[in-house]
């Protein structure tokens, strides 16, 4: 069956560091993969997509790699600051319509200390 | 800035009971979801819904479940009876090839 495991429940950081996540998956051919923040008690904001023929994304302090080879996503957060620390999610998209089902891993909760 | 709004934020039912959870999408987009989160788990698919039909749904979505939007701007789920099992926050969601989620309807089934 599909599975996406996200690199350990928690992640603690120093201020300043890159903070790097993964994201596996097996049993899945994704078209996509998206990366979401969660805070506690909101919904997911969406954060950067990657489409299965683009090795690395960027947006401002972040960065997403994707090897469909390996089946493995990073995602890296450059000079983390505290207010970066919350849950991040990855979320695999099959793309084979416009509105897929898309299945979300369990998240990663990361804390940047000052 | 455009935003998925969803009300109530909190609902409490009893075992049974009918419920209507409301999202208005942002009203340009053409996609929309259901997706839930049981406190502490995943966020998962509930529904996809285009053009005035389901597109996909997971094997959550039985026939307890349904979707409607009955005009141009709302976007509903009801749970026909509902269960304990059914408490979660539940999340809307509108695409334009991102996807906006709302803050949450929190159901609690009694």
């Known amino acids: 069956s599909q599975k996406i495991e996200q690199n350990s429940e928690a992640l603690n950081i120093q201020e300043g560091k890159t903070a790097t996540l993964t994201c596996n998956y097996t049993?899945?051919?994704?078209?996509?993969l998206q990366w979401y923040r969660q805070d506690p008690g909101r919904g997911p904001v969406f954060l950067l997509l990657?489409?299965?023929?683009?090795k690395e994304k960027r947006k401002e302090r972040l960065k997403v790699t994707f090897d469909t080879t390996l089946k493995q996503s990073l995602f890296h957060i450059t000079a983390s600051q505290p207010a970066d620390s919350a849950t991040y999610l990855c979320?695999?998209?099959?793309?084979?319509?416009?509105?897929?089902?898309?299945?979300f891993g369990s998240g990663t909760r990361l804390s940047i200390r000052p | 800035e455009p935003e998925v709004t969803q009300t109530p934020s909190h609902q409490v039912t009893q075992m049974g009971q009918e419920v209507i959870l409301r999202c208005v999408p942002i009203?340009?987009?053409?996609?929309f979801y259901w997706y839930r989160q049981i406190l502490g788990q995943k966020v998962e698919f509930l529904v996809s819904?285009?053009?005035?039909?389901?597109?996909?749904k997971s094997e959550i979505f039985d026939d307890q479940f349904s979707v409607e939007r009955p005009d141009g701007s709302n976007f509903t789920l009801k749970i026909r009876s509902t269960k304990l099992e059914d408490s979660a926050m539940y999340f809307c969601?509108?695409?334009?090839?991102?996807?906006?989620f709302g803050p949450g309807t929190r159901l609690t089934v009694l």
């Open positions: 990657i489409r299965e023929n683009e």
């Open positions: 049993n899945y051919s994704p078209a996509y």
């Open positions: 009203s340009n987009h053409l996609y």
């Open positions: 819904f285009y053009n005035n039909e389901i597109s996909e």
């Open positions: 969601a509108s695409d334009d090839n991102e996807q906006f």
């Open positions: 979320a695999l998209d099959p793309g084979y319509s416009s509105a897929s089902k898309i299945i």
